[in-house]
């Protein structure tokens, strides 16, 4: 918990790993799910700012073939920032019965979605979607000519501060994360853990699934907020609901709450439940 910047309270509790009983800290990486879609979103806007693209822009000006030749006329960047694309989760049964050895990079998550169809018209309706924040990070992939990661690293986590947050390659050897546990109860009430290693990404990507911890995610609030990282029109247009495209509670990559002013962005799986609040106009 922090106002304008400083700490006011700061504690961990519970087991990064409870194989060998280690402690959680204030430093410990903890799997972000799907928070990672506002670093996509925000490099989205440096990009607009930057004048490489627009969120009218047709998803056909970068993947003319995607999911069809049709439907990346009809999806713009604003549906894909607000999940109003249309498009899905790449999380399918094909994601499921593979090795998570098989995506590592944009491109290899970008296979996943391949036989995806449009749901319903862009703009129309809200739907959250994995596919279309994925689509983000390939977009961003072919205006920058970089691997999303190293921008990703290079435009937010070095701006802002951020030396502990990144989409870590999970076989590798990564100082201080958490394991991912979910309780299970036998027939007769005995408690157990199951951890998550097998059930999720190999390494998270535009959609989700990087790993932060509770500091360095108040250095990106931190960082949003004054302008290190987008100009506060634009941290404006981002965190205010977008009704023209049927997104009452959701701006660009943002979760917004107009009733209570809190933005920011949640995020789950199995073992996962993170969530970032930015308590606009206050400080908090």
Request: aromatic fraction near 12%.
């Amino acid at each position: 918990l922090a106002k304008d910047g400083k700490v006011l309270y700061s504690a961990a509790f519970g087991s990064a790993n409870k194989h060998f009983a280690a402690p959680n800290t204030i430093e410990t990486k903890f799997n972000l799910g799907s928070m990672n879609k506002m670093f996509t979103s925000v490099i989205i806007a440096q990009l607009v700012e930057q004048g490489k693209l627009s969120y009218d822009d047709p998803l056909s000006k970068f993947l003319p073939d995607f999911p069809s030749a049709a439907a990346a006329q009809k999806v713009k960047i604003k549906h894909l920032l607000t999940h109003t694309s249309g498009l899905g989760s790449y999380f399918n049964d094909e994601f499921f019965r593979s090795s998570r050895d098989r995506f590592r990079t944009v491109d290899d998550m970008m296979q996943l979605a391949k036989g995806e169809s449009l749901a319903f018209e862009p703009g129309t309706r809200w739907s959250y979607s994995n596919t279309g924040m994925l689509v983000l990070g390939r977009v961003i992939e072919l205006v920058t000519k970089q691997d999303y990661f190293d921008y990703v690293r290079e435009h937010i986590s070095q701006p802002a501060g951020m030396t502990r947050t990144d989409a870590y390659e999970l076989d590798g050897v990564n100082e201080n994360l958490a394991v991912g546990y979910e309780k299970e109860y036998a027939d007769d009430g005995t408690k157990r853990y199951r951890n998550n290693i097998f059930m999720h990404v190999m390494r998270g990507g535009p959609a989700g699934g990087g790993y932060s911890t509770a500091p360095d995610l108040l250095r990106f609030a931190e960082a949003l907020k004054s302008g290190k990282l987008i100009t506060p029109a634009t941290y404006e247009l981002m965190t205010t609901p977008k009704p023209d495209v049927n997104s009452p509670g959701y701006g660009y990559g943002f979760q917004v709450n107009p009733q209570s002013g809190i933005v920011g962005h949640s995020g789950g799986f199995p073992g996962i439940n993170s969530n970032l609040d930015i308590f606009k106009g206050t400080g908090y």
